[in-house]
């Protein structure tokens, strides 16, 4: 009977992958250190591009669309808001506290030139939409040369 034990050099690295990820979560995301307590957050967006345009989706749940900013300036969209804290009692007791609070704000520049007169903006079930309409590409154009005859 042999005692050969076969290597696997994939589950090796996975495991000192995993090592390592719960080294830095241990240092990064221990008891000194709190995502909560910021006062400024980024927001997640995602974009997506057609031939014609993009669509800018970014979910803010609870957030009243009135209380944005929103800016377009060149091809930079800039998204910016903020949410309350809630008020804290002295009687509760959190058993988990994940939903974050204050200022956020993004910053996204697109690859081409919108086309800002036709920008559309909606908000449906905590999802904020934005339709960029890209511009009409410049074509070239010929232009004639009129010989001039004197005379």
């Known amino acids: 009977m042999s005692d050969n034990i076969r290597r696997n050099p994939f589950r090796e690295m996975a495991?000192?992958?995993?090592a390592m990820?719960?080294?830095?979560e241990d240092v990064l995301i221990g008891p000194e250190w709190?995502?909560?307590s910021t006062t400024s957050w980024q927001l997640s967006?995602?974009?997506?591009?057609?031939?014609?345009d993009f669509i800018v989706k970014a979910s803010i749940p609870g957030i009243n669309?009135?209380?944005l900013e929103i800016t377009l300036s060149g091809r930079t969209l800039i998204i910016k808001g903020e949410t309350e804290k809630v008020?804290?009692?002295?009687?509760?007791?959190?058993?988990?506290?994940?939903?974050?609070?204050?200022n956020f704000s993004r910053r996204?520049?697109?690859?081409?030139?919108?086309n800002d007169k036709a920008v559309k903006a909606s908000y449906d079930a905590g999802v904020l939409t934005h339709t960029l309409p890209k511009t009409d590409p410049v074509k070239?154009?010929?232009?004639?040369?009129?010989?001039?005859?004197?005379?």
Not at 45 to 52: A, Y
Request: avoid cysteine.
């Open 15 to 18: 495991s000192m992958r995993n």
């Open 21 to 24: 990820d719960r080294m830095f």
């Open 34 to 36: 709190d995502w909560r």
């Open 45 to 52: 967006l995602d974009v997506v591009e057609s031939d014609n």
């Open 65 to 67: 669309p009135d209380d």
């Open 87 to 102: 008020s804290e009692s002295e009687k509760s007791k959190y058993h988990l506290r994940e939903r974050r609070y204050g």
């Open 108 to 114: 996204v520049t697109l690859p081409t030139e919108i």
């Open 140 to 151: 070239p154009r010929r232009i004639e040369v009129h010989k001039v005859i004197e005379g």
